[in-house]
């Protein structure tokens, strides 16, 4: 039986470290996994190992259900999952193992309400865009320079890993997996 703390951030604003020993401290534990990722997706390549290792009478912690992400269906499809796989799932906010019959029922809320927060931030961003746009104060978010994606492409090719990468140019880890993944859907790229 291992118990895993798992803390994610989004943005480089927000202090991961800080969410992880406040629950260090709170919760013993075996393991501590930190992200700095988007919560938009399950797809995260810390996560995705960290479930990966997660075996029976395991233990999973979060801080809020915001952290595992803000897709209802997918997280509703990740807690069915470590409950089948009779992993315990505990989100502090909530107290609670929310793989038990009750827990489940209050997840669920609070998984809705994570993505209704989401949907409702991204409605305030458009309408601040759009406003923005029609006063001419906003030209949206500059791209990448290519030469920045060909440069990390090859210090990948050369064994630097992804975090390493990413602080060589100065842009965020889900940076750099974005716009790997766009180069991998163009047809001649090498990915």
Request: charged share 30%; with cysteine.
């Given at each position: 039986?291992?118990t ?9 604003d927000?202090?991961v ?5 406040y629950?260090g ?9 930190s992200?700095?990722?988007?919560g938009t997706t399950?797809?995260r390549p810390?996560?995705?190992q960290?479930?990966r290792k997660?075996k029976?009478?395991?233990t999973l912690?979060?801080?809020?259900v ?10 509703l499809?990740?807690c069915?999952s470590l409950?089948?796989?009779n992993v315990r799932?505990?989100?502090d906010?909530?107290n609670?193992?929310?793989t038990?019959?009750?827990g489940?029922?209050?997840?669920t809320?609070m998984?809705?309400i994570?993505?209704m927060?989401?949907?409702q931030?991204l409605?305030r961003?458009r ?5 923005a746009?029609?006063?001419g104060k906003?030209k ?7 030469s920045?994606i ?8 050369a ?9 060589q ?18 047809p001649?790229?090498?990915?």
């Amino acid at each position: 039986m291992t118990t895993y703390i798992y803390a994610r951030v989004s943005t480089d604003d927000q202090n991961v470290e800080q969410q992880a020993e406040y629950l260090g401290k709170k919760y013993p534990h075996d393991y501590t996994v930190s992200e700095r990722f988007t919560g938009t997706t399950l797809d995260r390549p810390k996560f995705e190992q960290l479930t990966r290792k997660l075996k029976p009478n395991d233990t999973l912690i979060v801080k809020e259900v915001s952290r595992l992400g803000r897709s209802t269906t997918e997280i509703l499809a990740l807690c069915e999952s470590l409950r089948e796989r009779n992993v315990r799932l505990v989100v502090d906010n909530l107290n609670m193992d929310v793989t038990s019959p009750t827990g489940k029922l209050v997840f669920t809320l609070m998984v809705g309400i994570a993505e209704m927060e989401r949907e409702q931030m991204l409605e305030r961003q458009r309408i601040g865009i759009n406003r923005a746009q029609a006063e001419g104060k906003y030209k949206g978010r500059k791209s990448l320079d290519a030469s920045i994606i060909t440069a990390a492409k090859q210090l990948l090719a050369a064994g630097a890993t992804k975090k390493a990468v990413s602080k060589q140019f100065n842009i965020g880890e889900s940076t750099l997996y974005k716009y790997l993944a766009l180069d991998c859907k163009t047809p001649k790229s090498e990915c």
